[in-house]
């Protein structure tokens, strides 16, 4: 008789919703999310890693429906339903999945989600048990995520067969209320133990703050209110040196949100995918600046998910635009893009010029996190 590994396994199924639709995140907005459209992500998200379990000796014991059971079934694994989820899933059921999670005797807790969802777990298992997240939310600051579904599967893989050890890294979430309002408000709510392989592991976001940082955003927003006079239509990911662009243009930006703006003045606040798709439809030629997360280096696929796929392609690859200040980069080995649809991520990736100064700029390599 085979020994089989067992695991947990759960999904956040509205985890990510939010971002296309301009909410910043899904916490006790999952309605508002589908009123304004929004269609789920985790699901297909975590189907993408389970695929890379075929074939694995492990025993997956999960949740009711598209809290686990339903993916798991899709991907032919073998799976023990083990608690039967709420018709519209939340933070409790999470939780109570966990602790029958260790009721059974797992190895390895796989989650899908956010850090919303990676707070929860955590609550319950704290650093007992090895936990792995599949990236699917709208932001991920915390240390215990794969760079991407197909990396996640990899690691599971590779730490359930004894190749890998753990290592303890952080949980970090922000306040949602105040993030939606431009606030940017992280605590470290607790440690977790994750598998841990370089480059497959997200690293935990970092704020880089420094008189030099200011000048080189200045500099930056300088040049680009130069460039940006082309009367093209500029969509304005999220961050303070694209806010700091912003500025010295005298236009109001959303810290935390994807603004447009054009001929100097704004055309849209806080757009939404669809507010995005409207004007690239009327306007015809518009350009992309976006910025680095700082130390994880994602510039697609985290934070500003308005910029979707379909944006992307409308506005064309070839008029993204990468700012970000020189010590960002020298901190950051690669840049990530993780958009969900894998022939964007390689057409974007490749040798890319990113602005780093006035009229200066660096060579880096921008990868699709789907590669490692």
Do not use: W
């Amino acid at each position: 008789m085979r020994s089989l590994k067992k695991v947990g396994f759960l999904i956040n199924p509205v985890a990510g919703m939010g971002g296309a639709v301009g909410l910043k995140g899904t916490d006790g907005l999952a309605e508002e999310a589908r009123r304004r459209g929004a269609r789920p992500v985790a699901p297909r998200r975590a189907e993408t890693a389970l695929k890379e379990l075929l074939g694995l000796d492990a025993l997956f014991f999960t949740a009711s429906g598209e809290m686990g059971e339903a993916a798991l079934r899709r991907c032919g694994l073998e799976y023990q339903v083990v608690f039967q989820a709420s018709e519209e899933s939340g933070a409790e059921d999470t939780k109570e999945a966990c602790r029958s999670f260790l009721d059974k005797g797992v190895a390895l807790i796989i989650f899908c989600g956010g850090d919303g969802t990676a707070r929860d777990v955590s609550r319950v298992i704290g650093s007992k048990i090895p936990i792995i997240g599949i990236p699917a939310g709208v932001k991920m600051h915390s240390g215990v995520f794969a760079i991407s579904p197909q990396a996640a599967g990899e690691l599971i893989r590779e730490y359930l067969e004894g190749d890998l050890n753990a290592r303890e890294t952080e949980i970090v979430d922000v306040d949602e209320e105040k993030y939606r309002s431009g606030i940017l408000d992280t605590k470290i709510y607790g440690i977790a133990a994750t598998p841990y392989k370089p480059v497959l592991v997200q690293e935990r976001k970092q704020i880089y703050a420094s008189r030099d940082e200011d000048d080189f955003k200045l500099q930056i927003a300088i040049f680009a209110s130069e460039f940006m006079r082309d009367g093209s239509a500029y969509i304005l990911g999220a961050g303070t040196t694209t806010a700091k662009i912003a500025e010295v243009l005298g236009v109001e930006k959303t810290l935390l949100g994807v603004d447009v703006v054009k001929d100097g003045r704004v055309i849209c606040l806080d757009a939404s995918e669809r507010d995005l798709l409207r004007i690239l439809e009327e306007v015809g030629k518009a350009k992309i600046i976006i910025s680095p997360i700082g130390a994880q280096g994602f510039v697609l696929g985290r934070g500003s998910q308005q910029i979707s796929p379909k944006v992307l392609r409308k506005a064309g690859p070839e008029n993204l635009i990468i700012v970000a200040t020189p010590h960002k980069l020298k901190e950051t080995p690669r840049l990530l893009v993780d958009t969900g649809d894998f022939d964007l991520d390689e057409t974007i990736s490749g040798r890319r010029q990113v602005i780093c100064g006035y009229r200066i700029a660096q060579l880096k390599d921008v990868v699709a996190s789907s590669n490692f």
